[in-house]
């Protein structure tokens, strides 16, 4: 098993990291969309963010144009996007693909670790949300249509 916490990914400014400082953290990686039916879920992502960050808990958005081509713009535009409609503080990273052949391994990682209904694989919209235990423990994988308060107590728990 991949080590999630070793998989390069880039921030939005163009910089090469890693995941490595959330290992102890309760994590909640995201892919998001600026014009998205469920774009909305910012300010639900954000309320998680806000209320459970001193207690080891993050959020992680990583935006996708896979989908209906919701996230048609620049890393630059996104940010500025997230951070005017939103109030985003959380990190948003890079644009990336969450499926087929260019899809980011972090996401392959996720997919397998927490596969869909039926033990499919694929994401099947924005907003499909992967929650982490701490050290990469325990990957659970919610629908687009939860909203993220639903998820709430399964964060309670793993902290």
Known sequence: MTDLYSIPVQTADG???TLADYKDKVVLVVNTASKCGF???????????????????TVLGFPCNQFG???????EEIQEFCELNFGVSFPVYAKLD????????LFVELK???????G????????????????????????????????????????
């Open 120 to 159: 499919t694989e694929g994401i099947k919209w924005n907003f499909t949300k992967f929650l982490i235990g701490k050290n990469g423990e325990n990957v659970k994988r919610y629908a687009p249509k939860d909203a993220p308060a639903s998820l709430e107590i399964e964060i309670e728990r793993m902290l």
């Open 98 to 105: 969450v499926n087929g052949d260019e899809a980011h391994p």
């Open 15 to 17: 910089q090469k990291t």
């Open 39 to 57: 774009t909305k879920q910012y300010a639900g992502l954000e309320d998680l963010y806000k209320k459970y960050k001193d207690r080891g808990f």
């Open 112 to 118: 397998k670790r927490a596969p869909g209904l039926l």
């Open 69 to 75: 081509k919701q996230e048609p713009g620049s890393d």
